[in-house]
Structures are given as structure tokens and as C-alpha cells.
């Protein structure tokens, strides 16, 4: 489901739920005034088929030796004389005692109807039937559901009109980045190949400095692209070694170290397998590299390593530089560890991303004006090994 319809579709969830709040005050009065007709159209029921009975009754013939009292399915009925003593009945449960000509007991209406004198020598009928509100209840549920479902529809089909133009115009948008970032991508990286070449040849400051700032520059690009792609594509893991991945990388930030008279030391334990996706390690690496360059004064010493332990991987890169005020803050989108230094501060924002996805574990040691240490424990994987037939 894309993000503007998902959007769509909770914003049409919140809308009917209001709706249904607006308009519970005339529902729960429709259920009662419904509850009430329920109970006078029952009342009505057993009314008349207490004057069913009492037709039959008063029908008795003097000389008359046998009667077949009436059954039915739905009612229940008793005979009572003067005294309220039961003469005949089928009704199963207790005869309540009556205040007014219809009691309700728990689940039954019952009725008291006099009679007039009869070959029975009977005062009273009185007739039983179960409460049931079955259709109205049924009825509520119908327009509950039918003001549900119309309300939902119209609050998404609203809101998409309404996002229509946004979406069209953050569709143009994503189009113009795309190819904005594919026609930049061939002649950065050939400006970054040229100068790197000169800054080992010349040794030139001022070289350096404008290599830093193509890496940077680099860095950022490869940051932007992925977090234009991570929103239409899915990233695919595989089996990756590590460890000749991450010697690579920093064979790759040599010349950029170099510039500035940074010294990379590597501790890589060989052979060491993680499952992840390669272009969401290298954004881990890339910009853990980048930013102890960034933040380190020249002439002093980065320290890269990667060690396991158990069934866990530790990626560390320990810095000489000027440290952070607010470890806690460093990873949320436009933080900068120091202003001065420039950048956007989205490399961490997207490391942490990709370390949540991940289940990657993050733990900053940092003091000012000291440097700062970066470790991220991965889960080990073994190498699969291929079975000759």
C-alpha cells in the first residue's frame, strides 16, 4: 500500500469514527423509541392470543367431558381461579405476582388477562413469552454498518481528491531527483577519480581540501539516492563478507584521509559473514568513515576494526576528534555534531534506519575535544558452504 493511500485510508477511519460520534446521540434514541414499540408490539401479542384462548374457553359446551387446552410454539399459558391458585398450567418457570396486567420476569413477558365466567370455573389467564429483541437490534446493526461503510467511502474517496494534486506534484518532484541524481552521478565520479590522482601525485593542499569536499559532496549523493530508492524499492539481502567489504571502503577513503594527513589503522578479523543488503552496509561504513575525517584535526589516527564475538559481529571506528556535546541527538535527521563543518546531518539518521531494520545495536563513547568511538554489533552468519555431488 503506498504511503498517500495508507494515509487515505487512516484519515477515512478517523473521519467515520467521528461521524459515528455525531450521530450516536439520535441512534441510541431511535434503539430506545425501537425498544419500546418492540415491547408494545409483544404486549399487543399476547393480548391477542390471550383472547384466543379465552374465545376457546367460552366455547365449552355445559355437558362437555374433555377439553384440549390450546398449545403454541411462542406462548405459554396457565390457568389461575379466584384465589390465584394454579389450576392448569404450561408454563415451566414461577408465575410472578402481578402489580399491573403485564410483568416482566428476567427474559419473559407476562400477561394477566380476567375472564369472564366459564364451564372452567377460571378467574384468570395468564400468558408467557420470551423477550426477544433479535430485529431490532438487527435493524440498529444494519444502519450502524450502512452509515460505517458510506462514511469510510466518502472519507477516502475526499481525501483522495484532496491529495491528488500532492501527489502529482510529488511525483514530478521524485522524477526531477532521479534524474537530477543520475546526470550527476558520471561527472562526480570522474572529477573525484581525477583529483584523487593529482592529490597522491602533487600534494597539494589546497587539492586536498577540494577532494574532501568531492567526497563529502559523494557521500551525500550516494545518502540522497538511497533514501529516494529505499521509498519505491525493496532492498534484497544476501551473505556478504564483511570483512574484505570493509577493506575495500577503506581502501576507497585512503586518498580523502590522506588529503588531511589522517592515518586509517585497520583491525579487520578475516572472514567474517553478515546477511544484510550490500548497498545498506556500505551506507553504515561510508558515513561512519566520512564523518571521523570530517571531524578529525590532520596529522592523527582513525581506528577501524571488526571483531566477533560469540555469535555477534562488532564494527568499531574510534576518532581523534573534536568529540559531541549531545550523544543522544546525533542520530535524528539535520543534526550537526559541529556547525562549522557543514553537511546536512541525514548520514546518521540513515544509519540508524538501516540499524533498526537490521536489529543492529548502536553504542556512542564520545568526549569533546578527545573524539568520539562508533560500534554496531551485527549477528554473525557462517558461511555457506557448497556440497560437491
Request: proline share 2%; net charge neutral; glycine share 4%.
Given at each position: 500500500?503506498k ?65 384440549l ?17 394454579i389450576?392448569?398450567?404450561?408454563i ?20 394477566k ?9 377460571v ?17 440498529i ?74 567526497s ?40 580523502l584521509?590522506?588529503?588531511k ?7 579487520i ?15 553504515i ?8 575525517i570530517?571531524?578529525?584535526p ?26 559531541i556535546k ?24 540513515i544509519v ?15 568526549e ?22
Open positions: 500500500m504511503s498517500e493511500t495508507k494515509n487515505a485510508f487512516i484519515f477515512a477511519i478517523i473521519l467515520t469514527f467521528l461521524t459515528l460520534l455525531l450521530v450516536s446521540f439520535p441512534i441510541l434514541n431511535y434503539l430506545s423509541v425501537s425498544l419500546r414499540l418492540s415491547q408494545v408490539n409483544q404486549e399487543t401479542q399476547l393480548r391477542s392470543y390471550a383472547k384466543e384462548i379465552e374465545a376457546t374457553i367460552q366455547g365449552i359446551l355445559p355437558l362437555q367431558k374433555t377439553f387446552f390450546p398449545r403454541s410454539i411462542l406462548f405459554k399459558s396457565a390457568l389461575l381461579d379466584a384465589n390465584n391458585r389450576v392448569f398450567s404450561l415451566e418457570e414461577p408465575i410472578p405476582s402481578f402489580s399491573d396486567e403485564f410483568v416482566t420476569n428476567e427474559n419473559s413477558l407476562f400477561y388477562h380476567p375472564l369472564a365466567a366459564n364451564a372452567l370455573h378467574k384468570y389467564l395468564i400468558v408467557q413469552k420470551e423477550i426477544s429483541h433479535s430485529q431490532v437490534i438487527f435493524d446493526l444494519v444502519i450502524i454498518g450502512v452509515v460505517l461503510m458510506g462514511m469510510l467511502l466518502f472519507s477516502y474517496l475526499l481525501l483522495k481528491l484532496l491529495l491528488k494534486p500532492y501527489i502529482e506534484t510529488s511525483t514530478r518532484m521524485n522524477l526531477f531527483f532521479t534524474d537530477v541524481m543520475h546526470e550527476l552521478k558520471t561527472p562526480l565520479g570522474i572529477m573525484q577519480l581525477n583529483i584523487e590522482g593529482l592529490v597522491l601525485k602533487y600534494k597539494d593542499k589546497r587539492l586536498g581540501r577540494t577532494l574532501a569536499a568531492l563529502t559532496l559523494a557521500t551525500l549523493y550516494d545518502d540522497l539516492e538511497y533514501l529516494i530508492k529505499n521509498k519505491t524499492i525493496t532492498y534484497t539481502t544476501e551473505l556478504l563478507n564483511f570483512s574484505t567489504f570493509l577493506e575495500d571502503r577503506i581502501a576507497y577513503f585512503e586518498a584521509s590522506a588529503s594527513e589522517i592515518t586509517i589503522c585497520s583491525h578479523e578475516p572472514q567474517l559473514y553478515v546477511r544484510i543488503n550490500r548497498i545498506e552496509l556500505q551506507r561504513i561510508d558515513n561512519n568513515l566520512t564523518n571521523a570530517k571531524y578529525s590532520t596529522q592523527t589516527i582513525i581506528e577501524v576494526a571488526l571483531n566477533s564475538d560469540n555469535d555477534r559481529l562488532c564494527f568499531k571506528v574510534k576518532d581523534q576528534g573534536v568529540g549531545e550523544v543522544e541527538k546525533i542520530f535524528e535527521r539535520h543534526y550537526r555534531g559541529d556547525i562549522y563543518k557543514g553537511g546536512f546531518g541525514i548520514g546518521l539518521s540508524k534506519s538501516i540499524c533498526d531494520k537490521y536489529g543492529v545495536v548502536i553504542e556512542v563513547q564520545s569533546e575535544k578527545k573524539g568520539s568511538e562508533f560500534s554496531y554489533w551485527f549477528r554473525k552468519e557462517e558461511k555457506e558452504e557448497k556440497i560437491s555431488s
